[in-house]
Each structure stands twice: as C-alpha cells, then as structure tokens.
DNA sequence: ATGAAAGCGCTAACAC
DNA sequence: GTGTTAGCGCTTTCAT
C-alpha cells in the first residue's frame, strides 16, 4: 500500500488526499466531485480511483463553510403552550396527532430528492422559541417551515424579520409576506353541509376548533354560511381543541344543550372520534339519529365504526408543495412569496 | 454608528467584527462566548456589550468544521420496504403510528437541554438507506439512533462498522456490538396471560407482530410459556403486521379457526383496536364474551370503547434514556456499550 | 489573562 | 482544461 493511503486510513480522507493519489489539484477533485464538466474524461476516471481507493467523503462542515448552505431544512412545529401542565404531554399531543404524521411525510418526501433532511424542532415555550431563532440564525438550516399549532404564535413574524426563508402550513392569522399553502376551507365545511341537508338533516351544530386559528374559523364560518343557504339561519357552535376526549366533551356539551340533533360537524376526525363515542354513549344511532362528519380523512377516519365520512385534506401534497415553495424561496431570495390553496373532497363513508 | 458597526450591519458579523468593537483580540471574545473562565470580568462586559451591539451569533459551520462537531443526530426510521406498492404509504404508516410520536417526544425531549435537535431520516429503501450511511460519514450528524421497523436491518450492522456512534430502540436480532434500551418484553406478556387466567380465560390466543422482530416474539413466548404455567399448553398465534387493520384481519381468522375463544393478547394496541372492530362485528361482547389486551397503551388504548387494557411501555423515558446513551457515546466513542432494559406494567382499563 | 497565528476541509475566482 | 491562491468563521495551541 503506498504511503499516500495509508495515511488516508488512518484520518478520514481529505480532497488533498485523494487530489494527492490521483495525481492532481484540489479544485480538479472538487470539480469533478461537484459534477462540473471542463474535465477531462481520463483524469474523472483517475479521480474517481482515488476516492474509491481513499474512501474519501466530504466533509459537509467544510462544505457548508464555504457555501453557505446548511444542508437541512427545519420543521418547526410552533405553539403556546399556555397551561404548562405537563411539557411531555403536550408534546406528545402534536407529535401523535396523524395530521402531523402525513405532514411530516409530505415534507420527507419532497425533500428527499434533494438529499435533504428536515431537523425537528419543537417550539412551545418562549426559551424553545428563542433557542430555535437563535439555531436558526446561526445557520442551523437553511430554511423553515412552520406549523403553528394555534393561533397568536410569534414566531412566523420573527423569522420574517430575521430574514430567514420560511414558509407557513396555513394562512397566517395577522397577514405578513411569507407562503403558504392551505385548504379551501370554507369549500370544505360547504361540502358537510350540503351532505348533511341533502340528507335532511335540520337540527346540526359544529364541533369547532380552538378560537382564533384560522382554519377552524374558516370551517365554521364556511359551515354556517352553506347552512343557512339551506335555510338553517342557527347554527351551534362548541369549541373543542382538535383532540378526541375534546371532542367528547363537547359532544356532551351539544347534546346536553340540544338533545334533538340529527347532525354534527366536527373541525377535525379526532374531534368527530371522540363525538362518535359520546353520541353511542347516549344511545344515538349513527347515523341513522345523528349523521357525524369529520375533516383530514386522518387515519383516525378509519379507526372506528362507523368509518367516519369526512372531508379530506390531501395533507402529505400540500406538505410537499409547501416543501418546493421552501427550496424556490431558499434558492432566489428575492423570489415573490406566494400562497397555494388545495381543494377539499368529500369522502362519504358511513356516519353520514 | 460607528464604522466598525456600520459594516456589522450589513454583512452578519463575525468574531472578528465584535473583536474590533470591543477592542479585544478574537480568542478573547472566543473564550466569553464558550464560557471559558481566565477572562476579565470588565472585558467580559465589554464584549458582551460589543455582541449585543453587532448582533452577532457564531456560525455553526464554521464551529463545526473545527470542533467536529455536527451539533445534531439523526433520528433514523429504518426498515425494509419489501412490497414497494407505495413509498408514501409506508412511510405514513410509521410516522403516524402513536409509537412513533412517543419515542419521537421522548428524543426531542432529552436533546433539548444540550440544544440539540434530531435530525429525522427514513431509510426504507436501498438507495435511502445508502443516502441515510453517506449523509453521517460525511459527519452530518454526529451520532444515531436507530428506530428498526423490521427483523433483518442492515443499518445497524453497518453504522457499527463505519464506526458513527449510534444506538437502537430495542434488542438488534444479531447481536451486535451496539447500546439498545428495550422493555422487559416477556414480563409484559406474563402480565397479560395472568390477568387473562386471572379472569377465567381459557381459550385465549395471541394476535402477534411480524415474524422474526424480536419484540414480537418475545411477546409472544413469553405470553405461552406464562399461559402454560396457568395450564393452557396451547395458545394459537396468527400474525399482524401492528397496524388496525392487520389486527382485525388477524382476528378473522382467529375467529374462523377457534369460535369458542375467550381471551385475546395482541401484540399491540392498535392491533388489539383492530381485533375488537372485529369482535363486535361477531356479535360478541368485550369483555364479557371475549377478553382483549393490547400493548404499549398508546393513544390508541383510549380511541375506542371499551377502553384498551394494555401492557404499558415507557416509550418517552426509553427514548429519552437511549438519547442519553448516545449521547454518552459521542461524547467518549470508547465507551463501553450497555443496554438498558424498562420494565412494563399492566394498565387495567375495559376490555379485560 | 490576553494575543498571534495556524489551521479545520472545502469552493471559487483567477491565472495559465 | 487544470492549477494556484485566497479565503469562509471559528477554535486552540503557544507565546507573552
């Protein structure tokens, strides 16, 4: 073995390693590891030989050093934690939410023919907060995208400011530039409402989403307006927090305030769950007494019976077409901010 | 403004621009911000001023490159998509597993004092998994933690073998010379095989996970050799896939192959969910008729009714202890390699 | 206690 | 086409 790669095995292999062994310069390995062309076709071949021969991988600091590109983007999942009961639990609540799950997904997906990674960051209290700006800032990522979990969350607007290339799941509440993609929302609730008077039901209320988040307002206001088309002037609200025993409390709720309802809407599948429970629970039948629809088409639409009819978001597309907005942003800057909404579909299964 | 803060503005300031303004050298404003004592308190104060002045935050690239340090580990999903029906099928179906989002909690959870966050990577197919290997030798990360989905992973072998600090959830099928924390599988099903003769059960079987996971089989051994010592010396086993619809399809044929059973274990909650669907659509009353215990209680135990009784598993502490591991590991790679085993307890709820 | 200087491994002008 | 050179922004001996 010669004396060039044996020290190459020792510490990791550098591009003067391989340039070295090969025979040539630096930039000549640099080139033709980053596929530039002006390279002769025998002296690629030489050069491929040394990396093999030397093992060598870049060194993605050093990279990074100099081009400025961090590598990885960050998914930030933002919220107030207001009720600091217990950090874990709240966690967990958005990191077992299936949304989050297809999301997630979505956006692995679309980064991955890019050979990024997304780095997971939690912000629910204002230390995480400033930890993630700071990371961040630092050239942690080189980019972000935010789910913000309700709705008076600062932290779209401090990246704005910082100047960091981010992008929103949902439209923001106080309207800043940055992209998003969204749902229709409003078609979506119009959707459950018209199934829900085609099959004549007149008695229905809402299951809404926490105040002040745009899309459980947007589902509520949708619900309503497409209602009253039907001639349902009233239309009952109660807030629920998108998860399943929130919406079994406010099944309660309703039921206690509303005994002869024949129609629910809920502003997400885990709320229509946990609805569909507390309807058995008082001997309603579904959906031959009350007709429930959720909103996601989650894997929860499919873990109980009856199958959840709800509207479906195409949560894993708008991820990934939020991911590009992302890269288009992270690679020109300048680059308008843009938004791009997706069209809900009704899924007609069996609670209504 | 000052000149020296003028040209901070524009450009991000680097050390050397704090240096300037606070009139120190660069090491010195080094030491401060890495907390490093042998500096005088009023120069402390005066770069700590010149900082905050600047607005400087230290480039990561530039610390990493010299400290070999990444600043993040890679939280790997590993696994073998055999039937590549659908990439993004597979992918959801892990990430939306409530398991999934526990151990995903518990890693975030313990990172976060270190200010580290993970860097999250699915490695389910060839090209993926060879991606995933190259992406940590090029010290993208600086440590792993491996989540296998499935019996025969290649990953794990072969971060050993290139040397990348890295540690598993759960027992690797070959041993191999790497940290794990697991639960005490085994205990967990003499958990459920007593309660279920405790009951009186005596044609009980088992809805168990894929072939060759260790987990799964231990869960399942483990439930036998219990039932035995309760004098049932044959427990029927059919295989689930640990998704609902598995467990529900596994329940069919249970049912079809021995109608008179009393008591069911699956080999986790959401297949126990499953298996319950398909009870109920037999007619057959749980727990009355038919006993069910699932595992892990995760938030699927309390989606359904009757609420599960399950075998609990630690999924946020274990990760949490595994991240400590690895972080151990990085911190002194010649540390030895340990294992540490949780113990499960049985949560006693409805269905059994 | 502080500063000077030498890199860490890579890319990108710029020459040739 | 290929090599030379100058950094990217930071940490860290080694002097002082």
Do not use: W
């Amino acid at each position: 073995m010669s004396d060039a790669l044996r020290t190459a095995a020792s510490r990791p292999a550098t591009l003067e390693d391989v340039a070295r062994v090969a025979g040539v310069s630096r930039s000549t390995v640099s080139r033709v590891i980053n596929g530039i062309r002006n390279v002769d076709s025998d002296i690629q071949e030489s050069v491929r030989l040394a990396i093999a021969a030397t093992g060598y991988v870049p060194n993605s600091a050093a990279r990074s050093l100099v081009t400025r590109r961090a590598g990885s983007i960050a998914l930030i999942l933002s919220g107030v934690t207001e009720e600091i009961e217990d950090e874990e639990r709240a966690r967990n609540r958005v990191l077992t939410d299936p949304f989050f799950g297809r999301a997630l997904s979505g956006v692995i997906g679309a980064l991955r023919p890019f050979g990024l990674h997304p780095l997971l960051m939690v912000a629910d209290t204002v230390e995480a907060r400033d930890q993630v700006v700071g990371h961040l800032k630092q050239g942690g990522a080189d980019g972000a995208i935010l789910v913000s979990t309700d709705a008076d969350d600062p932290l779209p607007a401090r990246l704005v400011e910082v100047g960091l290339p981010a992008v929103l799941f949902a439209r923001p509440v106080h309207p800043i530039p940055i992209s998003y993609v969204d749902l229709a929302n409003r078609d979506g609730a119009r959707l459950a409402a018209d199934h829900l008077a085609a099959r004549g039901c007149r008695q229905v209320a809402v299951i809404g989403g926490p105040t002040g988040v745009p899309a459980a307002e947007d589902r509520l206001t949708g619900f309503r307006e497409a209602m009253a088309r039907h001639g349902c002037p009233y239309v009952p609200c109660v807030e629920g927090d998108f998860t399943q025993r929130g919406g079994e409390a406010a099944m309660e709720r309703l039921l206690a305030q509303q005994p002869d309802l024949d129609g629910v809407f809920a502003a997400n599948d885990l709320m229509a769950q946990g609805a569909m429970l507390a309807l058995r629970e008082h001997g309603r039948r579904i959906p031959e007494d009350v007709a429930v629809i959720g909103f996601d088409d989650s894997s929860a639409a499919l873990a109980g019976r009856p199958q959840l009819t709800t509207v479906r978001q195409p949560v894993e597309a708008m991820a990934a077409e939020l991911t590009r907005l992302l890269l288009a942003r992270v690679e020109d800057p300048s680059r308008a901010v843009t938004s791009v909404i997706f069209e809900p579909t009704l899924i007609v299964r069996q609670s209504a």
